[in-house]
C-alpha cells in the first residue's frame, strides 16, 4: 500500500496539523538538525503537532561530514531523543546526504559512504534502536555515488528523490528502496505553503517506516 507523507523544516510553516492529515498524508519527517551545530528552531513544534495529529513522526540530521560521525550522532540525539524520534512508533530517522556548497559540505563517493556506514553504527549505538532511512538524489542513486549494498542491512532504507514524475516512478530500483520523494512543491492543506512530498513504493508502507 502506498502511504504519502511530507518532509518540514524551518521553512515551512505548519498552521494546522490535523488539516496535514486529513489532506491524506500518513507520516511526517521534521528536519531536526544539521552537522554538529544547527539546530531548526521549530523541530519540537512541528514533532508534536505532527504527532498529536496522528502523523506517524520522525525526526531527519543534515549530514556534514566536516565535524565528523560522532559530533554528527551526538547533536542529532542530543535534540531529538527528547521528543520522542527514537522511541517506538516513532517514524525511522532519516540521514540526508546532499551537497550544500553555500555551508562547505561537499561529498566523494567515500567520504559519503563511509560516512552512512559509520553513522548508522554509531546511531544504534546511541539510541539502542537499529533503523535508519537514508535519504539522497535519484542521481547519486544511479550514478553509483552512494553505494548501498556495502552498508544497507535489513534495517536500513533508501529514499530517492526525483521530480517532475509520477509518485513511484524512481527509476532506479533497489530491494531497499522504500520512499520516493516526487516533489518539492506539493500543495499541503494546513501549510502555509508547498511542502515536500513522498510516498512509500514496492512492498514497504508506513508501518514498515516505523520504529
Same mark, same amino acid.
Given at each position: 500500500?502506498?502511504?504519502?507523507g ?41 514533532f508534536?503537532? !505532527?504527532?498529536?495529529? /496522528? ?7 543534515? &549530514? $556534514?561530514? #566536516?565535524?565528523?560521525?560522532? *559530533? ?37 563517493a ?28 535519484? !542521481?547519486?542513486?544511479? /550514478? ?7 552498508? &544497507? $542491512?535489513? #534495517?536500513?532504507?533508501?529514499? *530517492? ?50 520504529i
Open positions: 500500500m502506498a502511504d504519502y511530507i518532509d518540514v523544516s524551518s521553512f515551512n510553516t505548519i498552521t494546522s496539523w490535523p488539516d496535514v492529515r486529513a489532506g491524506g498524508n500518513a507520516w511526517a519527517w521534521a528536519k531536526a538538525t544539521q552537522g554538529s551545530g544547527y539546530t531548526n528552531p521549530l523541530f519540537g513544534g512541528q508534536a503537532g !505532527s504527532s498529536a495529529a /496522528g502523523l506517524i513522526t520522525g525526526a531527519y540530521h543534515f &549530514a $556534514d561530514p #566536516n565535524p565528523g560521525v560522532p *559530533a554528527n550522532v551526538d547533536h542529532f540525539v542530543t535534540v531529538a531523543s527528547p521528543v520522542g524520534a527514537f522511541a517506538d512508533g516513532a517514524m525511522v530517522p532519516l540521514l540526508d546526504i546532499e551537497n550544500d556548497p553555500a555551508d562547505g559540505v561537499n561529498w566523494t567515500d567520504s559519503a559512504n563511509a560516512f552512512i556506514a559509520a553513522f548508522r553504527d554509531t546511531l544504534r549505538i546511541a539510541t539502542g534502536q537499529p533503523k535508519l532511512c537514508v535519504y539522497a538524489s535519484q !542521481s547519486w542513486w544511479l /550514478g553509483g555515488m552512494l553505494r548501498p549494498d556495502d552498508w &544497507a $542491512d535489513d #534495517n536500513v532504507y533508501l529514499c *530517492a528523490a526525483r521530480f517532475g514524475v509520477d509518485p513511484g516512478d524512481v527509476g532506479w530500483t533497489h530491494p531497499r528502496l522504500a520512499a520516493h520523494q516526487y516533489t518539492n512543491e506539493a500543495p499541503t492543506p494546513g501549510s502555509a505553503g508547498p511542502t515536500d512530498r513522498s510516498v512509500t513504493i514496492g512492498t514497504f508502507d508506513a508501518a514498515a517506516l516505523t
